[in-house]
């Protein structure tokens, strides 16, 4: 990207594994100079599969764009590194587990004596005020405990993991978007705090809330949505899967139009979305039987 808005802001980066390493790449993408801190034994993700050329494609993914130093923070000459390094830095962002910073002297506290003109970011499992604070977090641990892996799969079936470390990656993305919040702000030093469990229930928005103002717990539903309908896959005549997606009455129309079923569109049970929600096991099953007749590239074209 040319586009380099961040060119001159100075990034000292604590962070390791996922959530805080994506954030930071987001900056070094915006033109941020990004010097990543690594523990002799380097990251963690540097160890994870697949390796191309001897390098992990994991961390590669994460890790572009960046300056990479190898200090030792429990030896007292790599936290004056890291001191030195602060005082010329305009951010500092940390996911380290809970009290381990303030052990290793890179906690706000500290960092903010070094550097009063600091923005000061910590990516954690949980926020500060939770009772789960002291706990660590993976990504799929987070899954669990928001309740997305109580939607994911299909009902009698085992809950499904998101094939990626989905909510890493969008606490990356907020503290990227909180970072930049703050710099514009002025307010220094300033202290911002991401919690990945607040992250996860932020970004699945209507799920929890329908279930706030229903008390209906979620129903796995596989590919299907629980407030459109049509909104999924279906399988062709070849065994191969296509995705539907008549997310309103306008395109439900065009959609019985392309499969010449014209009079699914004015049938009552079906007219609005409303309707095909409430008739769900009505409509998916005709859809079925139709798009089983054709292959794909046919219900493609």
């Not at 926020?127 to 939607?151: C, E, F, H, N, W």
């Not at 929890?208 to 005549?237: C, D, E, N, W």
Request: glycine residues 8%; proline residues 7%; contains cysteine.
């Amino acid at each position: 990207m040319s586009w380099k808005p961040l060119r001159g802001v100075r990034v000292l980066d604590l962070s390791h594994t996922l959530a805080g390493p994506f954030a930071t790449m987001v900056l070094a993408d915006l033109g941020a100079e990004v010097v990543k801190i690594e523990p002799p034994g380097g990251d963690e993700t540097r160890s994870w599969a697949p390796f191309v050329d001897g390098e992990s494609a994991y961390f590669m993914s994460i890790n572009r764009g960046k300056k990479s130093v190898v200090v030792n923070l429990k030896d007292p000459r790599g936290r004056e590194i890291i001191y030195r390094l602060a005082r010329r830095s305009h951010v500092v962002i940390e996911n380290f587990r809970p009290s381990v910073a303030e052990r290793l002297g890179v906690d706000y506290s500290t960092i903010s004596r070094v550097n009063p003109g600091v923005v000061y970011v910590s990516i954690k499992g949980f926020g500060s005020r939770s009772p789960y604070a002291s706990k660590p977090a993976y990504d799929i641990v987070i899954q669990g405990m928001s309740g997305l892996m109580a939607t994911t799969g299909e009902e009698g079936r085992p809950p499904v993991r998101v094939s990626f470390a989905l909510f890493d990656v969008i606490t990356g993305l907020l503290a990227a978007v909180y970072t930049l919040a703050a710099l514009r702000s002025g307010e220094r030093p300033i202290h911002v705090e991401v919690s990945m469990y607040d992250a996860a229930v932020f970004s699945m928005c209507y799920v929890p809330m329908i279930y706030l103002l229903t008390g209906r717990k979620p129903p796995r539903m596989g590919s299907a949505h629980p407030s459109i309908v049509p909104y999924q896959a279906f399988r062709g005549s070849d065994g191969r899967w296509f995705i539907v997606a008549a997310a309103n009455d306008r395109l439900w129309r065009a959609l019985c139009r392309a499969i010449g079923l014209e009079e699914l569109a004015d049938d009552p049970r079906f007219r609005t979305n409303a309707d095909r929600v409430r008739n769900r096991g009505e409509l998916v099953p005709i859809l079925e039987k139709v798009f089983s007749e054709k292959p794909r590239s046919y219900w493609l074209k």
